[in-house]
């Protein structure tokens, strides 16, 4: 069936350093959703990439989407303690029933 | 908006008992909804997909008699966790999609944290 490979799992870094996270499907997706997760608490939605190649920002967090829709990035710029947490892709297939594949998830340290 | 809640937060139960977990879609209305399983520093399991007026769909080695879901209205799903065992002491997590433009975009409740003694 459909899996969505996540790397790193963990990922240490100073405060003010940059971080990314890499997201990979077996199968070509429709979309593609990321979702951070507090320790203790549960996923929030952050952003969906729908087109190929589509690279879109918030703040010091940039999400981009592949040129084939199979894989995807979040890249956070100058990391603060606020941005610690896991962070998960999500993938939907084209069956269109709403489901969404998860990412084994990368958990974020910022050490202040 | 697309606010989610779940009731209740937190539950401990004895082995043999059941457990119900209801979710609540609060400012929209969700004809599916999804039930989570995550356990400790893992990621969120599908088990489930909740419809509206029909049965619901169980991903594959989801025991549907174990973790019966009946989704009676559109703000509504319930989670059963029957006869439950110390195995599935987990963290469940209901989502609703509120279906707005077509996208997939999932809603998560703050989850149940069950611990089975």
């Known amino acids: 069936g459909q899996q969505v490979m996540q790397i790193p799992q963990y990922q240490h870094v100073q405060e003010g350093e940059d971080f990314t996270t890499y997201c990979n499907s077996s199968?070509?997706?429709?979309?593609i959703q990321w979702y951070k997760q507090r320790p203790g608490g549960h996923p929030v939605f952050l952003i969906q990439?729908?087109?190929?190649?589509e690279v879109k920002k918030q703040k010091r967090l940039t999400f981009q989407f592949g040129e084939a829709k199979k894989n995807s990035s979040l890249h956070i710029t100058a990391t603060q303690t606020t941005d610690v947490g896991t962070y998960f892709c999500?993938?939907?297939?084209?069956?269109?029933?709403?489901?969404?594949?998860f990412g084994q998830g990368t958990t974020l340290q910022v050490k202040p | 908006g697309a606010v989610v809640s779940q009731h209740p937060s937190r539950v401990i139960c004895k082995s043999g008992t059941s457990v119900k977990i209801e979710c609540r879609s609060l400012?929209?209305?969700?004809?599916?909804m999804f039930w989570y399983r995550q356990f400790p520093k893992q990621s969120l399991m599908l088990m489930a997909t909740?419809?509206?007026?029909?049965?619901?769909?169980?991903e594959q080695g989801v025991e549907k008699d174990k973790f019966l879901i009946n989704h009676a209205s559109l703000t509504l799903s319930t989670l059963t966790v029957t006869s439950a065992h110390p195995e599935d002491s987990s963290f469940y997590i209901c989502?609703?999609?509120?279906?707005?433009?077509?996208?997939?975009?999932?809603?998560f409740g703050p989850g149940t944290r069950l611990t089975v003694l």
């Open positions: 989502s609703a999609n509120p279906g707005l433009g077509g996208t997939d975009t999932q809603y």
């Open positions: 199968t070509t997706l429709s979309n």
């Open positions: 990439l729908v087109k190929s190649g």
């Open positions: 999500a993938g939907a297939d084209s069956s269109n029933t709403g489901k969404l594949i």
């Open positions: 400012d929209f209305q969700a004809t599916t």
């Open positions: 909740s419809n509206e007026g029909s049965k619901a769909t169980y």
